[in-house]
């Protein structure tokens, strides 16, 4: 489940979600694609991936 693969390659980096949310904002930027969410809305997003909430991109 891609659930569960997110948060194990999460964990195994040893970042919690909202270092997570920060870097794929940073990331997003450097690569010219300026974000329109903030990081607590990213870091909800991540939240509800792990948990099967959402998929990324819906």
Avoid: N, Y
Wanted: cysteine-free; proline content about 2%; hydrophobic content about 40%.
């Amino acid at each position: 489940m891609m659930s569960s693969a997110l948060r194990g390659a999460r964990e195994a980096q040893g970042w919690t979600q909202d270092q997570l949310a920060g870097r794929l904002l940073r990331l997003a930027e450097s690569r010219g694609a300026a974000l329109s969410v903030s990081r607590a809305s990213l870091k909800q997003m991540v939240s509800d991936w792990e948990r099967g909430k959402r998929k990324p991109g819906h």
